[in-house]
């Protein structure tokens, strides 16, 4: 990285370096805001960077990716992993909260992590009912042999990368219309640039509002604790209040013994 390079000159050489950490440059989108006045640009940077896990964030479409929903299970003598089932397959409370897609409320840094010199390509990501949804399809299988391990999206590497150049596609958008709108000579954005230069990308925050922050709209997939028995009445609603934690491991596939389990579940 040239040290040459300041404000908006670095921004743009460092936003077209598909080798620069995607933080590294949101974190100088940040910085840029600040110089600009521009609160949106603030908000937009920093949700990015730190997540969109408060009940007041609305997560960016760009960041739900479609997924299906994968289980491992034991049925007699054999061990399957990775068995895809549908949201017919799940109890019925829990059709709401576990599709068949994913939403990352990870920050950048997170999810570039979680791909960085990745040998797997799929990564499995447990919603945080996970254990409890296993336990009742077991009770619920009607064959007596069927023990369901755990519940789970299973989501290529692509789908994650994808989400990362989303945003830094986003970002390219934001200097390209702040070069544009700013005459030769001129070395930083002021704040009416900035404002212009957001209304003509799609870069959303708060109530989906390119400008304004101050009305957040609440979204479902964020973070809560709660507890519950799960062979209790409490667990209904902690299903659908609980959000989804994400934990990536690598997933291995089993195909060999797949349809025993589907047949059993069924």
Wanted: proline content about 6%; overall charge negative.
């Amino acid at each position: 990285m040239s040290t040459s390079r300041h404000g908006l000159a670095r921004l743009e050489h460092d936003v077209l370096d598909e080798s620069c950490s995607l933080a590294s440059v949101l974190r100088q989108v940040v910085a840029l805001g600040g110089r600009a006045r521009s609160g949106a640009l603030r908000a937009w940077a920093t949700q990015e960077l730190q997540g969109y896990r408060g009940d007041s964030q609305e997560l960016p479409d760009y960041r739900v990716v479609p997924a299906p929903i994968m289980i491992d299970a034991i049925s007699g003598f054999h061990q399957i992993k990775g068995q895809q089932i549908s949201t017919f397959d799940l109890p019925d409370f829990a059709r709401d909260i576990v599709k068949e897609e994913v939403a990352f409320v990870q920050g950048v840094g997170e999810l570039e992590a979680m791909i960085k010199d990745r040998q797997d390509p799929i990564i499995r990501l447990t919603p945080a009912m996970s254990a409890a949804l296993a336990q009742i399809m077991t009770q619920r299988a009607p064959d007596r042999r069927v023990q369901v391990e755990t519940v789970y999206w299973q989501v290529h590497v692509s789908a994650v990368q994808g989400v990362l150049d989303q945003i830094r596609t986003r970002l390219t958008q934001l200097v390209s219309e702040l070069i544009a709108a700013m005459p030769p000579g001129q070395q930083e954005p002021t704040p009416d640039q900035v404002s212009q230069a957001l209304q003509h990308i799609n870069i959303t925050v708060g109530d989906n509002s390119p400008v304004n922050v101050t009305a957040p709209s609440a979204v479902a997939h964020r973070d809560s604790t709660a507890t519950a028995n799960i062979n209790g009445p409490a667990l209904q609603p902690f299903l659908r209040r609980a959000a989804v934690l994400w934990t990536a491991v690598g997933a291995s596939v089993a195909a060999a013994a797949a349809v025993i389990v589907w047949i059993a579940l069924k």
